[in-house]
T-cell receptor, first 110, second 115 residues
């Protein structure tokens, strides 16, 4: 699986959009980009995934660059409950494993 | 649905003791896995299973055994606990959709301390 690079920490004001970047320059054609988050030592929670098109669900939006070498997770109106560690993971279709890096610790400030 | 459940929530062991961490899911998921998370680190895969009777090693399998006799249960056994196994253990499950394994559901974790 391709390696991902994320900033170790970010801050965002409550009510604003939180934009979390992820670099995955060695991603190959059959690999998806997944985002999970972990709130205060709970089990990780799935947020969203995509291949090459932008994706949106009730939690977030995922923007993938045209060359697929980077992506951005967008939380449109961040709340204090969005404070968590966010993991960007690249995984091939059909692969069994999730390989977690260090993630980005996002702090939402009131 | 209860989702993924893990027992116990907390456990303290002495070096050399053995124990089994329990994991169960009621979503009829084929794929189950065990991860460990050390302080300040991401999760690392210990063992996984793609169905009853089938298990395989992950990134850090040494010191752990697993079996999958039913679809619902995937216990993790520590044969002889060591302080290096002090960690938080997460179990996860998922079901294939569209040819891939998409969303994984995680349990609440078991916090293990080995003295």
């Amino acid at each position: 699986d391709a390696k991902t690079t994320q900033p170790p920490s970010m801050d965002c004001a409550e009510g604003r959009a939180a934009n979390l970047p992820c670099n995955h320059s060695t991603i190959s054609g059959n690999e998806y980009v997944y985002w999970y988050r972990q709130i205060h030592s709970q089990g990780p929670q799935y947020i969203i995934h995509g291949l090459k098109n932008n994706e949106t669900n009730e939690m977030a939006s995922l923007i993938i660059t045209e060359d697929r070498k980077s992506s951005t997770l967008i939380l449109p109106h961040a709340t204090l409950r969005d404070t968590a560690v966010y993991y960007c993971i690249v995984r091939a279709q059909g692969a069994q494993k999730l390989v977690f890096g260090q993630g980005t610790r996002l702090t939402i400030n009131p | 649905n209860a989702g993924v459940t893990q027992t116990p929530k907390f456990q303290v062991l002495k070096t050399g003791q053995s124990m089994t961490l329990q994991c169960a899911q009621d979503m009829n998921h084929e794929y189950m896995s065990w991860y460990r998370q050390d302080p300040g680190m991401g999760l690392r895969l210990i063992h996984y299973s793609v169905g009853a009777g089938i298990t395989d090693q992950g990134e850090v399998p040494n010191g752990y055994n697993v079996s999958r006799s039913t679809t619902e249960d995937f216990p993790l056994r520590l044969l002889s606990a060591a302080p290096s196994q002090t960690s938080v253990y997460f179990c996860a499950s998922s079901s294939p959709r569209g040819g891939g394994y998409n969303e994984q559901f995680f349990g609440p974790g078991t916090r293990l301390t080995v003295l």
